[in-house]
């Protein structure tokens, strides 16, 4: 991840200016992209991604354990990195502005922190609905976010969501037990479709009212990102569905 000065960014905060790296709300993620994908984790160069937290072997130090899947300008990541300092996350996002526009967004924090932050957080385009055992192993991560995805309205449309019963599969495979997964959005029938989901999951509980209110993380899914803000202001309500990965019972 490099950058230098550009027009694009502003001379006041040494951030990128968003109007320049606008996209589509949201993209197909069925079709076919064009960018690189690694075989397999261990064929993913994290080192690029991280260099503060290098080893003598050119290796990180640490793996991933938080990934905001759509992460779209990042506003997660930005809250989430002083919030768990010592914590390696990534977002992966499918449009290529919108991912130029974080990665950019991240150096220009990483340059103006005279605390030294932002070295935790990175941004990868992919398509995480294809690849994202290709990027973790089995039982990584901690905390994964689904935040705001597009609902695909039409009914023919919803093999496209991003929550559904067979990706599940897939995010309880990279998920380790007591791994939770945070879903919200503003639709009230993708809500209830998404904690739909979870529910009949057999590798997903629901966490307790006890432990939503005691988890710091639960505030920031209305308010960390653009699309929550915009909500916000709207007056609009909110439908969430917190789960928990659970241990497998041979």
């Not at 960018?35 to 640490?62: G, Q, T, W, Y």
């Not at 998920?175 to 503003?186: C, E, N, Q, S, V």
């Amino acid at each position: 991840m490099e950058s230098e000065t550009k027009p694009t960014f502003s001379k006041s905060t040494g951030l990128p200016r968003k109007r320049f790296y606008r996209a589509r709300a949201h993209s197909n993620p069925l079709s076919d992209s064009h960018f690189p994908i690694p075989i397999s984790p261990a064929h993913v160069d994290f080192a690029l991604h991280f260099p503060k937290f290098i080893e003598a072997n050119n290796k990180i130090s640490k793996k991933i354990e938080f990934a905001d899947i759509g992460c779209g300008f990042g506003g997660l990541l930005i809250s989430l990195a002083t919030l768990f300092p010592e914590t390696l996350m990534i977002g992966m996002e499918l449009r290529d502005k919108v991912t130029e526009y974080v990665k950019e967004r991240i150096l220009a924090l990483r340059r103006t922190s005279l605390e030294g932050h932002y070295e935790n957080i990175s941004v990868v385009r992919t398509n995480s609905m294809k690849y994202i055992p290709n990027y973790f192993e089995k039982g990584q991560l901690s905390k994964m976010f689904f935040l705001f995805p597009d609902p695909h309205f039409k009914e023919k449309n919803h093999r496209r969501r991003v929550i559904s019963n067979h990706l599940l599969d897939e995010y309880a495979y990279v998920l380790r037990a007591g791994g939770i997964i945070y879903t919200i959005t503003d639709v009230e029938e993708l809500g209830e479709w998404m904690k739909s989901c979870l529910e009949k999951h057999p590798m997903f509980e629901s966490l307790t009212q006890e432990e939503l209110d005691s988890d710091s993380v639960v505030g920031l899914l209305c308010n960390a990102t653009e699309e929550g803000q915009k909500v916000a202001r709207n007056g609009g309500q909110t439908y969430r569905a917190i789960f928990r990965r659970i241990a497998y019972a041979s």
